[in-house]
C-alpha cells in the first residue's frame, strides 16, 4: 500500500564500511520509528558502475551511478548522503548543497575547521538540514547518563576520563590509506573526535586543552610496492578543562592493540561516579556514594524501555540493541529535523566545533602549550 506520508529519497555516495550502515540506518528507521517521511533509497554511487550496481541490489537502493555529481544533479534526490573518504566531504557536501540539498555526511566533516565553517554557512545560507555521523551519541545509554548528570545525581563533576581506542592501524604493514592524508588524517581526527563529542554531549563545552599527538610509525607500505611516510599521529591525547569546573582527559589511539572498540568514559562527582565501555555498551556503571559504607560498589544498569528509544527496538529490558541501530537512532532525528522546523541533532554547526577541538588540541601538541577553544 502506497504511503501517504510525502517520500524523502535517498541518494548515497560511497558503498563501503559506513555506506553500508547508513543504508542499514535508513532501512531500519521506518520500521522502528513513526517517520514523518517516507523513505525511498533512491540511487547510490560508487567509483565504479559495478560496484555501484552490485551495492544498489545488496542495500536495496532502485538505481546505481558511477558518477556522484549526476547523483547530485538529479532533481528527484532530496538527501545526499555522504560516506566517502574524508578528503571528498567538502567538495560533495558543497555541491549538494549548491543544489538545495539536505546532506548527510560522515566525521571527519572536513579536512581543517575552516572548511567545515565553509560547509556550515553554505548550508545555513542555503537553508538546507545537515547531519553529521557522531552514531556513539545516540546510545540511549549515553543519554542516561546526561539526564543523570543534569538531575545532579553525581554531585558537581569534579573529572572526566575519555577514550577511544582501537587496533586497526597498529601492524605497521597496514598500507597507508586516506585516513593517513597529511590533512585532516590522524587518530584524534579519525576517533578521538568520537570522543570529544562524547565529552562535550555529557560535560558541556571544554574551555581548555593541553595536547600530545605523536606518530609512532613513521612509514607505511604505499600499496605500490614502495613505502610512503606517514605525518599524521596514531595517538593524539589531550588533558581537559570544562567550562562547567570539571577537569580531565581525552584521547584517540588507533595502534592499541587488542583493543577494537574502546570507546570509554568515567565521570567522577561530588556525589557519584559513572563508567561506559562502548564494548558492552547497552550497560552503564553507576556509583552512589550515597549507598551505605560497606554496601557501596558501581551497580550495573542495563539498557530498557526505560531509556528512550530503547523500547523502540524491543519491548523486553536486558535484549540489547547492535551498533547499526545507533545508525537508525541518528537517521531518525535527522529526518524528523529535515520534516519539521526544529534544528538538527549534529549538524554541520556542530561538526564544526569538533573539528575545532581537534584543531586546537594538534596547535597545542605542536606548540606544547595549554590553548583556549
Ligand atoms: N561514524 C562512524 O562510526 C564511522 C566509522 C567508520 C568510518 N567513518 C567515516 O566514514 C567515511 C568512510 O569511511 P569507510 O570506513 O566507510 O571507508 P570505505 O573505504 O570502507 O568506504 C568508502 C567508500 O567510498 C567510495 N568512494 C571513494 N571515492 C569515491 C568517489 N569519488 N565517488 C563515489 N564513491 C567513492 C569507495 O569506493 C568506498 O565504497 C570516512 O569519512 C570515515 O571517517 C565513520
Known amino acids: 500500500m502506497a504511503s501517504s506520508k510525502p517520500d524523502l529519497n535517498i541518494g ?47 542495500l536495496g537502493f532502485a538505481r546505481a551511478t558511477d558518477d556522484w555529481r549526476k547523483l547530485i544533479a538529479d532533481p528527484d534526490i532530496d538527501v545526499i548522503d555522504i560516506t566517502t573518504p574524508n578528503a571528498l566531504h567538502k567538495e560533495m557536501a558543497l555541491a549538494a548543497i549548491a543544489a ?21 554557512r553554505a548550508a545555513e545560507a542555503a537553508g538546507v538540514k545537515t547531519q553529521v555521523g557522531f552514531n556513539y551519541l545516540c546510545n540511549p545509554m549515553l543519554r542516561l547518563a546526561r539526564a543523570m548528570i543534569e538531575a545532579g545525581e553525581l554531585g558537581d563533576i569534579r573529572g572526566y576520563r575519555g577514550i ?26 579519525d576517533i578521538g573526535s568520537h570522543a570529544l563529542a562524547t565529552a562535550e554531549m555529557l560535560l558541556g563545552p571544554i574551555t581548555e586543552v593541553m595536547g600530545d599527538c605523536v606518530t609512532m610509525i613513521g612509514t607505511r607500505p604505499d600499496g605500490r610496492g614502495g613505502t610512503r611516510a ?37 565521570i567522577y562527582g561530588t556525589k557519584g561516579a559513572l563508567a561506559f565501555s562502548q564494548q558492552r555498551f ?52 535527522y529526518v524528523d529535523a529535515i520534516a519539521g522546523d ?22 597545542s601538541s605542536r606548540h606544547r602549550a595549554w590553548k583556549s577553544v
Open 12 to 58: 548515497l555516495i560511497g558503498t563501503g564500511f559506513m555506506g553500508k550502515t547508513h543504508a542499514f540506518g535508513f532501512s531500519t528507521a521506518p520500521k522502528v520509528f513513526d517517520l514523518p517521511r517516507n523513505i525511498v533509497l533512491h540511487t547510490v554511487a560508487d567509483v565504479t558502475q559495478d560496484s555501484a550496481t552490485q551495492a544498489a541490489g545488496a
Open 100 to 120: 538545495g540539498k539536505h546532506v548527510y555526511c560522515e566525521k571527519p566533516l572536513a579536512p581543517c575547521a575552516s572548511d567545515a565553517l565553509e560547509m556550515a
Open 164 to 189: 577511544h581506542a582501537e587496533d586497526y592501524m597498529a601492524d605497521a604493514a597496514t598500507p597507508f590509506s586516506f585516513r593517513h592524508d597529511p590533512v585532516g588524517g590522524g587518530a584524534l581526527a
Open 230 to 266: 606517514v605525518e599524521v599521529d596514531d595517538v593524539g591525547r589531550a588533558f581537559l578543562r570544562f567550562a562547567n569546573g570539571a577537569q580531565g582527559s581525552v584521547e584517540g589511539n588507533w595502534i592499541a592493540t587488542g583493543r577494537q572498540m574502546q570507546h570509554d568514559f568515567e
Open 282 to 333: 547497552n550497560e552503564l556503571h553507576f556509583y552512589d556514594g550515597c549507598d551505605a559504607p560497606g554496601r557501596r560498589g558501581f551497580r550495573r544498569i542495563e539498557a530498557a524501555p526505560e531509556h528512550p528509544p530503547y523500547g523502540r527496538f524491543c519491548v523486553a529490558p536486558g535484549h540489547q540493541i547492535g551498533f547499526n541501530d545507533l545508525k537508525a537512532i541518528e537517521v531518525a532525528g
Open 342 to 363: 526544529g534544528a538538527e541533532p549534529f549538524g554541520f554547526c556542530a561538526g564544526h566545533r569538533i573539528q575545532t577541538l581537534v584543531e586546537t588540541i594538534q596547535t
